[in-house]
């Protein structure tokens, strides 16, 4: 005989906000069954798939290695790659036992904030800005304070915004990305500075999301490393190297949270996996396929910058990095979710609404992804024209 539970609860932490530019995926792939039309433009994901010498270093890996777990802080090969591109891409010292190798960034956000805070401490992030942050701090017990920022001041956190949020209450740790996400947008180096200086100020931890480092249009990605080496750097191979699905990425980390780090990711997931691992030391010698693909999204944006303002999208700022923009569509709706789905339903466009990215102001905003191919750009901007205008 079975025993019967009675109708037990889920967790009231897991009751997160959907990660609605994943949803709106499930949609489109949906309407792709029914043979219809989809032109991605939702989720963040390069078109390309990873580079050769990657996908080689893999294959030789599958037949020659024993796939096994690797020490939880990563191999030594790929630390110490990681290391090398601090110093030719920054000219900073970054030893190897500061680096954490994880599976994506999104691993590298439990870490730091299990390491970092304790349960109930506040983090200030952005709004507009990544869901993922505010979802995970939620899940874990610690407070998400958003910080709002706007269009005209390039949609960064200044620190006379951080100040003021740490004197109302005071914050534990701030969290930037710079390019952000959904704005594209990048903190100019005085202010990222004057940011990091009132953070050491008040004693508030500074996270740094650098995932979109290597896709710029516009200046120059700077690594928190230049204004702090106590900063806790977050970073992936998801964006630039084109390697979404591998589930591969690092952190750089001030030494006193490496052994935390280390303890946790051992008892989390033990380690990123081996196959990744090895492919990843070869992405850093892929620039020159890379930065083609990042061309590709210098086209694309170019375009949509021309494109979306003569359909009637309104308040955007040009994308300096990344590959995304985002659009106030106030002339056609104060619904962001029902208007992505009547965009997918009329034109196949894939967007996603902008309250995934800010719920309290972002009910007339969509953020498109160009990280897709030129033809899926020309059609959604033909597919858009033609049902908007
Ligand atoms: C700002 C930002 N950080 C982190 C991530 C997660 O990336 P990963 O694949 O490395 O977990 C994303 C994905 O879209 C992102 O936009």
Not at 41 to 65: T, Y
Not at 184 to 209: H, K, V, W, Y
Not at 323 to 345: E, M
Not at 363 to 375: C, E, L, P, V, Y
Request: with cysteine; charged share 20%.
């Amino acid at each position: 005989m079975k025993t019967i539970f009675p109708q037990l609860a889920a967790s009231v932490r897991s009751a997160v906000d959907p990660f609605l530019a994943m949803d709106v995926m499930v949609a489109a792939e949906a309407r792709a069954q029914e043979g219809k039309q989809v032109l991605h433009m939702e989720v963040g994901e390069p078109g390309h798939q990873a580079p050769q010498i990657v996908r080689e270093a893999a294959k030789a890996a599958i037949d020659h290695d024993r796939i096994s777990y690797t020490p939880a802080l990563g191999l030594l090969s790929l630390r110490e790659r990681i290391s090398a591109h601090y110093q030719e891409t920054y000219g900073a010292e970054v030893s190897r036992e500061q680096i954490a190798i994880t599976t994506g960034s999104s691993a590298g956000f439990i870490l730091s904030f299990l390491s970092a805070f304790d349960i109930g401490a506040r983090v200030g992030l952005a709004a507009p800005g990544y869901p993922a942050y505010r979802n995970v701090l939620k899940a874990l017990g610690l407070v998400a304070v958003s910080i709002p920022v706007k269009a005209e001041n390039r949609y960064v956190i200044t620190a006379d915004d951080l100040q003021a949020v740490h004197d109302l209450e005071p914050l534990d740790g701030v969290l930037i990305a710079s390019p952000a996400n959904p704005s594209g947008t990048m903190l100019l180096p005085d202010a990222f500075a004057g940011l990091i200086e009132c953070c050491a100020r008040n004693q508030i931890r500074f996270i740094s999301d650098e995932i979109y480092h290597g896709i710029v249009y516009e200046g120059t990605a700077r690594t928190a490393l230049s204004h702090s080496s106590q900063s806790i750097i977050i970073n992936s191979f998801s964006k630039y190297y084109c390697m979404t699905g591998w589930r591969i990425g690092w952190m750089v980390l001030p030494e006193d949270l490496v052994r935390p780090v280390e303890r946790l990711a051992q008892s989390l997931y033990i380690s990123a996996p081996y196959i990744s691992q090895i492919a990843a030391v070869k992405a850093f010698d892929a620039v020159g396929e890379l930065d083609a693909i990042c061309l590709q999204y210098a086209a694309n944006r170019a375009k949509l910058l021309k494109a979306l303002p003569a359909i009637g999208f309104e308040g955007m700022h040009p994308a300096d990095g990344a590959f995304y923009i985002y659009a106030d569509a106030g002339r056609f709706t104060n619904d962001a979710l029902g208007f992505s789905k009547s965009l997918l339903d009329n034109t196949g466009v894939a967007a996603t609404p902008g309250v995934d990215f800010d719920p309290d102001h972002g009910q007339t905003m969509m953020r498109f992804s160009f990280a897709g191919d030129a033809t899926t750009i020309d059609k959604a901007i033909d597919a858009m024209g033609r049902w908007l205008g």
